[in-house]
């Protein structure tokens, strides 16, 4: 059997959202086929009375309707950062936001460029030929979602877990009309901006993936969400069902292969969606956990085997020296919402205290050891409301950062639709990263006890600083590009042989990949 795994990244903004899609950046394929004309036609039809015509143009397209309804379904809802079940549901998974747009997809962990090679120009020439003034050509992340309609059926896949873009109720993966099942993770305040303020409007929203008819599973959500959820399911006669949070004690001894507490949670959900997708597609041959009290093998394979870039990820940097790969260690998370920020601090300090445990007894590294953040979020991101979640949390584990690194995205200087190069250090604007760091200086001069600052800050010169364009704070430094940042770190891990950096990297999808790129080489 083959399965699709796909995360789209697909958006339904609003009016004023405008300027920001025109601005999209990606490091795609298009490096290596010229697709400008079709990527203009895509990029300039960002109307909002869309969803309907959406629908017609899949009908139109001769694809989707036809082929795709042979597919068995589970769509997917969650808030930016909470979807970690994904990978449970298969042991191959993906993260978007990375360097290339054949990360979004990933078919039993096979490499995706030479199929989107051949399958992105013919669908755009398809619907060149498809579409008219009333039906006009899809936005660039609504192609995505035909495109991927078009290589499901290209490859007569069996099953595919849809993830939804943002929200549910507006988004272009949400055309699927019969799913097999549907699942709501935790939900919190994300893309408020889009999806409404209050948790019961992001629930309803969220509940837009409801079917008629077919079941849906959830996790424990605070009361507000859960009476929408639950409202929105009785309308529409859908069966919802809390799944429960994983018994440890089913893992036989393993351990789940995601970190964090709330993985069990996130797991839970995933054994009630494949039981489910099992149970109604006819797989009679696997013994479920509520007829025998035990996981299947195949689950348990799943759970603790599962991979997932970006996340809760620890990568060591090899470059500063084969011989102890250990003095570098880059802790790689891309939370960027107050709730996942939580999350990822609690990761973090369990993470290091964990590994100063087991090395303590050899090396003294629990001595030895220094925390550093490199950090970037999107402009349309608190500042205010993530840090001191970050902060908080690790404080109260006994974790404190001794600098905090900002820096620009590489990849968010890769315009689609432009072959100019990058702009140089000198060229960058880092005004956003400046405020991020006075940000951050008020809130660590609060925790120690010092009065929040009014004034500007006060910068730590020297020729060396001027040269590379960073700016030097008490408590952190401003990079006018990654692979500055990056430099500095492996000199600062070579400079101090016996001191071991661990460097958590966060607030930014974009950014995590471009270091994990970075990294990697």
Not at 329 to 334: E, F, I, N, V, W
Request: with cysteine; net charge negative; hydrophobic share 40%.
């Amino acid at each position: 059997m083959e399965a699709i795994l796909i995360h789209l990244p697909s958006r339904d903004l609003r009016r004023d959202q405008h300027a920001r899609l025109q601005n999209l950046y990606y490091v795609i394929v298009a490096s290596t086929l010229d697709f400008s004309h079709l990527l203009t036609s895509l990029m300039s039809e960002n109307d909002f009375d869309w969803m309907g015509r959406f629908i017609d143009l899949c009908y139109q397209h001769g694809h989707m309707p036809r082929e795709v309804s042979r597919i068995f379904l589970v769509v997917l809802a969650y808030t930016k950062g909470m979807h970690f079940y994904t990978p449970f549901l298969l042991f191959t998974c993906l993260w978007t936001y990375f360097p290339e747009l054949s990360s979004l997809v990933n078919m039993d962990s096979a490499k995706m460029r030479q199929v989107l090679l051949k399958e992105w120009p013919e669908c755009g020439t398809v619907l060149e030929e498809k579409t008219s003034d009333d039906i006009p050509m899809p936005g660039y992340f609504r192609f995505l979602v035909l495109l991927a309609f078009k290589i499901f059926a290209a490859e007569q896949v069996d099953v595919v877990i849809l993830e939804v873009g943002l929200g549910g109720k507006f988004d272009p993966t949400n055309v699927v009309q019969t799913p097999i099942v549907c699942g709501i993770s935790s939900l919190g305040y994300d893309h408020m901006e889009i999806l409404g303020n209050t948790l019961g409007e992001i629930a309803g929203e969220k509940a837009g993936i409801f079917k008629q008819g077919v079941p849906a599973f959830t996790v424990p959500q605070p009361d507000e969400a859960m009476c929408v959820l639950e409202e929105k399911a009785s309308q529409l006669d859908v069966k919802l069902q809390v799944a429960p949070l994983l018994d440890a004690t089913l893992l036989n001894g393993l351990h789940l292969a995601l970190d964090g507490e709330h993985q069990y949670l996130n797991a839970g959900l995933a054994i009630a969606l494949c039981s489910t997708w099992l149970q109604r597609t006819g797989h009679n041959e696997i013994n479920y956990l509520d007829q025998t009290n035990s996981l299947p093998e195949q689950f348990l394979k799943g759970l603790t085997t599962a991979t997932l870039q970006g996340r809760a990820q620890i990568v060591p940097d090899r470059l500063i020296g084969a011989e102890s790969p250990g003095d570098l260690l880059y802790y790689l998370d891309g939370a960027h919402s107050p709730e996942s920020m939580e999350v990822c601090g609690k990761w973090f300090s369990h993470a290091i205290t964990g590994e100063s445990r087991q090395q303590n007894a050899s090396n003294q590294r629990q001595e030895n050891s220094t925390q550093i953040l490199l950090f970037n979020c999107m402009s349309v991101r608190d500042p205010q409301l993530l840090l001191p979640r970050l902060i908080n949390t690790c404080a109260n584990h006994g974790v404190h950062f001794q600098k905090a690194l900002f820096v620009p995205n590489i990849s968010v200087y890769y315009k689609v639709l432009s072959s100019a190069l990058p702009p140089t250090d000198s060229q960058v604007d880092l005004s956003w990263q400046l405020t991020l760091q006075n940000v951050w200086e008020n809130l660590i001069g609060i925790e120690k006890g010092r009065d929040a600052r009014d004034g500007d800050l006060v910068y730590e010169e020297n020729d060396k600083s001027k040269e590379s364009g960073v700016r030097s704070c008490e408590n952190s430094m401003v990079f006018p590009s990654l692979p500055i940042a990056i430099k500095w770190l492996r000199d600062s891990a070579q400079q101090n042989k016996s001191v071991c950096f661990q460097v958590l990297v966060t607030g930014s999808l974009h950014l995590v990949g471009d270091v994990l790129r970075l990294v990697k080489k």
